[in-house]
């Protein structure tokens, strides 16, 4: 098989390497289609902690060509359901050592010694790849697999929401109308929140409304962000009501301050957003408002519930796939991504198609 392998910053080898053998509990998968997000732009620009070679590729759906023999090993995903040859399904990426004290509470997601495959380790921009069955989670019927991919982040995405402990007659706030963002004001929506989004991008801002939300704002980077009355007051419902929900999905010092200001006395703000740099805030304002400030990484075993919320909306889901290319086409992928991000929401990768 061939494997696309980026053997250092924003340089990529087609490789040919063995397919892999089926071992007990792991499953043979011909990939189909990987979404690419703005972390695998990260890892290509050499951004990022990952190491180098690395093959890429973590938002993956294939379908099962090979399991490994039920009668020496479970062949069932970790919902119970059986997975056979044929099957389209998606991938969880995450994998964790089931030791360590996250892992010992029920928190895997952020566990001490987490790996995500295509950003630690290798992943998915390959003609197959080799996975546990537990990792593997069913595509439902009728949903197309070009859409299926977008199961990892809409999984992300809804971690952060229930994160938040949202509820219905809320009002919410949602910083970034990147992929995350809007799935996030979607979800939300669905939860009977109402949702204010915001972005410095008026394409990507009017796009929330697409997803739910109420109304957008194109923040202006050098001016003061809008207080949480004058966001209320989008609502065109009652302006008094607080903003007691805020989801920072840009990972923006400024953005996260704002967050802060903006949410109410009680309310709870989700960072999902990831950066190395600082946020300077006043730490008199979390206390006085006694905020709570939650972080949100990977997902608790959602891409199931991801890909039912895909199901659910494949027309809205389908606008986020903007950009796309062939397997032999990834060195251009990630170039738009860099020079057209503005334009730029899911870029899709097809690997098994044309071309191939």
């Given at each position: 098989?061939?494997?696309?392998?980026?053997?250092?910053?924003?340089?990529?080898?087609?490789?040919?390497?063995?397919?892999?053998?089926?071992?007990?509990?792991?499953?043979?998968?011909?990939?189909?289609?990987?979404?690419?997000?703005?972390?695998?732009?990260?890892?290509?620009?050499?951004?990022?902690?990952?190491?180098?070679?690395?093959?890429?590729?973590?938002?993956?759906?294939?379908?099962?060509?090979?399991?490994?023999?039920?009668?020496?090993?479970?062949?069932?995903?970790?919902?119970?359901?059986?997975?056979?040859?044929?099957?389209?399904?998606?991938?969880s990426p995450v994998r964790s050592c089931g030791a360590c004290y996250a892992c010992r509470v029920g928190r895997p997601n952020v566990c001490e010694r987490v790996s995500v495959l295509?950003?630690?380790?290798?992943?998915?921009?390959?003609?197959?790849?080799?996975?546990?069955?537990?990792?593997?989670?069913?595509?439902?019927?009728?949903?197309?697999?070009?859409?299926?991919?977008?199961?990892?982040?809409?999984?992300?995405?809804?971690?952060?929401?229930?994160?938040?402990?949202?509820?219905?007659?809320?009002?919410?706030?949602?910083?970034?109308?990147?992929?995350?963002?809007?799935?996030?004001?979607?979800?939300?929506?669905?939860?009977?929140?109402?949702?204010?989004?915001?972005?410095?991008?008026?394409?990507?801002?009017?796009?929330?409304?697409?997803?739910?939300?109420?109304?957008?704002?194109?923040?202006?980077?050098?001016?003061?962000?809008?207080?949480?009355?004058?966001?209320?007051?989008?609502?065109?419902?009652?302006?008094?009501?607080?903003?007691?929900?805020?989801?920072?999905?840009?990972?923006?010092?400024?953005?996260?301050?704002?967050?802060?200001?903006?949410?109410?006395?009680?309310?709870?703000?989700?960072?999902?957003?990831?950066?190395?740099?600082?946020?300077?805030?006043?730490?008199?304002?979390?206390?006085?408002?006694?905020?709570?400030?939650?972080?949100?990484?990977?997902?608790?075993?959602?891409?199931?519930?991801?890909?039912?919320?895909?199901?659910?909306?494949?027309?809205?889901?389908?606008?986020?796939?903007?950009?796309?290319?062939?397997?032999?086409?990834?060195?251009?992928?990630?170039?738009?991504?860099?020079?057209?991000?503005e334009h730029v929401r899911k870029v899709l990768v097809t690997v098994d198609g044309p071309g191939r």
């Open positions: 098989m061939k494997a696309a392998t980026t053997v250092a910053a924003g340089t990529l080898e087609y490789q040919e390497r063995p397919i892999p053998t089926p071992t007990a509990g792991t499953a043979l998968v011909r990939v189909e289609h990987v979404t690419l997000c703005g972390t695998d732009l990260h890892i290509w620009q050499g951004e990022y902690l990952n190491p180098f070679p690395i093959v890429q590729g973590h938002e993956v759906v294939g379908r099962v060509e090979q399991v490994a023999d039920s009668d020496t090993s479970d062949t069932s995903d970790a919902s119970g359901a059986s997975i056979a040859c044929g099957d389209t399904v998606v991938l295509g950003c630690y380790e290798d992943g998915a921009l390959a003609q197959y790849i080799l996975a546990p069955v537990e990792t593997l989670r069913k595509v439902p019927p009728g949903l197309p697999s070009e859409l299926a991919p977008l199961g990892e982040p809409a999984s992300i995405a809804m971690q952060a929401v229930r994160r938040s402990r949202a509820h219905a007659g809320e009002l919410a706030l949602v910083i970034g109308c990147g992929p995350i963002g809007l799935i996030s004001t979607l979800y939300l929506r669905e939860l009977g929140v109402d949702v204010v989004a915001a972005d410095t991008l008026p394409e990507r801002a009017e796009t929330a409304k697409e997803f739910g939300a109420v109304e957008a704002i194109v923040v202006d980077p050098a001016a003061a962000f809008p207080t949480g009355p004058q966001i209320s007051a989008l609502t065109a419902t009652d302006s008094t009501r607080p903003v007691t929900v805020v989801i920072e999905a840009t990972g923006s010092p400024s953005a996260f301050a704002a967050a802060l200001d903006v949410a109410a006395p009680t309310g709870r703000v989700v960072a999902v957003g990831i950066s190395d740099r600082d946020a300077r805030l006043p730490l008199r304002t979390i206390p006085l408002k006694e905020l709570d400030i939650l972080g949100s990484r990977n997902s608790l075993d959602l891409i199931g519930d991801g890909l039912r919320l895909i199901a659910r909306h494949q027309e809205r889901f389908a606008r986020l796939i903007t950009h796309r290319f062939g397997f032999h086409q990834i060195e251009r992928a990630f170039d738009v991504m860099h020079t057209q991000a």
